[in-house]
């Protein structure tokens, strides 16, 4: 993670750390990251491009997300 940071601030950008969450596929581990002082949170679930994406692989949520939205 330090160095995914270090790598986007020095083509210019910044880490939005109160913004950014994680997934983590099939694993029961860890429940946040930290980045120096700030802390990234875990989350079973995100919207990316229009799709809900799952921590499962399961795209039940992605269909109900999508038939909502119709």
Partial sequence: MHAWRKA?????LKLNVA???YV???S???TSLRIGDDTIERTDNFRYLGS???ASG???LD???RISAA
């Fill in 24 to 26: 983590a596929c099939n």
């Fill in 63 to 65: 269909i109900k997300a």
């Fill in 58 to 60: 399961d795209i039940d």
């Fill in 19 to 21: 913004k950014t969450e």
């Fill in 52 to 54: 809900v994406l799952d």
């Fill in 8 to 12: 986007l601030e020095n083509g210019g």
């Fill in 28 to 30: 029961t581990d860890l």
